[in-house]
């Protein structure tokens, strides 16, 4: 299973931007798709999650401005992210996993994409 997050970006402050991750490989409708980011000398954070049936949550300080979704017919999972803030800038990672456990656990998640860079300025 290979995954590839696209759609990272230099922005402003109040700025929005579309993530994309494509999966190929697996059997992507059956996987739940999270979104995790890593800012610099920071532990990798969860940020929100689409489960393979459909429902969302999300980390406190996103909800309200990020969204995610998923197009199985394309094989491609979205994170939404309006109204951008400086704290938000990180690396953003895509992950699916199919077992159970913590959905906000990095190590829940078997397959990861490479990562695309989110910088917001002030």
């Known amino acids: 299973v290979q995954l590839q997050a696209s759609g990272g970006g230099l922005v402003q402050a109040g700025a929005s931007l579309r993530l994309s991750c494509a999966v190929s490989?697996?059997?992507?409708?059956?996987?739940?798709m999270g979104w995790f980011r890593q800012a610099p000398g920071k532990e990798r954070e969860y940020v929100a999650v689409?489960?393979?049936?459909?429902?969302?949550e999300y980390r406190d300080p996103v909800k309200g401005r990020f969204t995610t979704s998923r197009d199985n017919a394309k094989n491609t999972v979205y994170l939404q992210m309006n109204n951008l803030k400086p704290e938000d800038t990180a690396v953003y990672y895509c992950?699916?996993?199919?077992?159970?456990?913590?959905?906000?656990?990095?190590?829940?998640?078997?397959?990861w994409g490479q990562g695309t860079q989110v910088t917001v300025s002030s």
């Open positions: 490989g697996g059997t992507f409708s059956s996987y739940d």
């Open positions: 992950a699916g996993r199919r077992d159970s456990g913590p959905y906000d656990f990095p190590r829940s998640y078997a397959y």
């Open positions: 689409i489960m393979h049936y459909g429902s969302t």
